[in-house]
């Protein structure tokens, strides 16, 4: 596994993978790798002839008060766990390498953004979009892999690509759950054992309510009821929103139907975990 | 000349062009190509292997109220001149073809957006940001040239070239004039016979301007005032605003030094035109 730092170096690297018509898979990842992060980089190394995964904590989607300055860290597992994987290529840019120069340009997208985490956090999506754009900018014509659990994410930078022509095609990722249906999560490191274990009910409701659509509830009032009651028996659990909307508009909806996605977020102590479901489908 | 209105045409073509180990050079347009449109093809052709010219009016970039309707178009000629000048590839595509879904995806460049014709139109440079990002992404790796009558523009794309790393070279190219010293437009096609006479004082101004600077002037308060004196001798003439600035940073100034740059714009008409000139050199 080659790692570099620097864009130039990607670059290079890059032309000549493509000069012999080998496609490129696009892994983009804040570090601290766990199974889920694994699963889009199997993914992409089974689909493409080069992998390659990139590790960067992004400022300009933190604001203020977030936890940018705490966000786990761990390059060195990182390196270990992609060099296992099969990863070809680790990109592991410093932040003057990246952002070298006083960044003034961001990306928008409207609509997309200003519910669930565009609400809960304002500032994000932007910056999630700016740097993937600049990431598909220094990788060029690739296939990237993102992960469901930011399923908001994902329609956004699928949006964008499309918008702004980046010839990228974006591919979503299942969740990857731990045993007790805990979705994967960097996160996840800042909970205690006791809110580790509260926090499994965020997975167990969204499971209930796909039990209860399947079962024919199509009333996104009584499924939301039915979660938030279920939340509350956890006294750890600090729920943040919870939605149900049209799976790619993310417009919010009353009657549940084909394509309609259950969204959520909530605070455990010092972790701000988001889950989500395809209620026809349920956690898996 | 090739001539081609989809974007999987021009991946086609230009990948066939980048497998051959040929430059690219990119000269982006709205049309109703004039002289100076053609001095950036001519230097494409000249620093690349193969040239590309686009031709979109695109709506982004136009408020409400503004020209986009009424905006000169003849692609008939447009293709004539391109072809007579060397160019090997034209890419003119509908707006179904560039915007197929409704565009939720915006890009904001600060700072070098707030004044001059930011401010007088400000949603303007987001809409030029958006097009010419799309444009950068359709087209990948190349050298791209842009003309410095629209200065502003110029350090915006800049600007957004690097912080978003796409791999586009940004060439500014000097502005062409008619010998009266006009600059080109394809706006100077609203202008009557009168109007067109009148609106020589803006580059009068400006070289004037810069012979007093060159003469040993260095306060922008007293070369403002001279230009305004001059312009408003032409009753036709109504200037929007005249601002001496940092010429990549785009902030006002005090004192004038190398590297300012002396911007206008006036209403002339149903034209707005705008000019700008490095008062160390002169109109040329």
């Given at each position: ?36 992060h ?34 786990p ?82 329609q ?25 249906g ?53 006294p ?16 919010s ?32």
């Amino acid at each position: 596994m080659r790692v570099i730092s620097r864009i130039d170096e990607v670059h290079e690297f890059l032309d000549e993978v493509r000069a012999q018509k080998k496609t490129i898979g696009l892994v983009p990842t804040m570090g601290f790798l766990h199974k889920g992060h694994i699963a889009l980089i199997e993914r992409s190394i089974k689909e493409n002839d080069i992998t390659m995964v990139t590790i960067f904590v992004n400022p300009l989607q933190f604001a203020e008060g977030e936890d940018l300055s705490s966000y786990p860290r761990d390059l060195h597992n990182d390196k270990e766990q992609c060099d296992a994987a099969g990863v070809d290529l680790l990109f592991s840019p410093s932040h003057e390498e990246m952002y070298s120069q006083q960044v003034l340009t961001s990306i928008q997208i409207k609509d997309l953004t200003n519910n669930m985490e565009g609400e809960s956090r304002p500032t994000h999506f932007s910056g999630v979009a700016t740097v993937v754009a600049k990431l598909f900018n220094i990788v060029g014509l690739c296939n990237a892999y993102f992960g469901e659990k930011d399923w908001q994410q994902l329609q956004i930078i699928t949006k964008m690509a499309h918008d702004l022509s980046f010839r990228v095609r974006v591919f979503g990722c299942p969740t990857v759950r731990h045993s007790d249906g805990l979705a994967l999560s960097s996160r996840n490191a800042y909970l205690t054992p006791k809110e580790r274990k509260s926090a499994t009910v965020l997975s167990r409701s969204l499971q209930k309510a796909s039990e209860t659509v399947q079962s024919g509830e199509r009333s996104t009032s009584v499924i939301m009821a039915q979660i938030i009651e279920e939340i509350s028996t956890e006294p750890l659990v600090s729920l943040d929103y919870i939605e149900i909307v049209e799976g790619r508009s993310l417009k919010s909806i009353n009657k549940i139907k084909e394509g309609s996605r259950i969204l959520l977020a909530a605070n455990v102590g010092e972790a701000r975990l988001i889950d989500n479901v395809d209620p026809y489908v349920g956690i898996q």
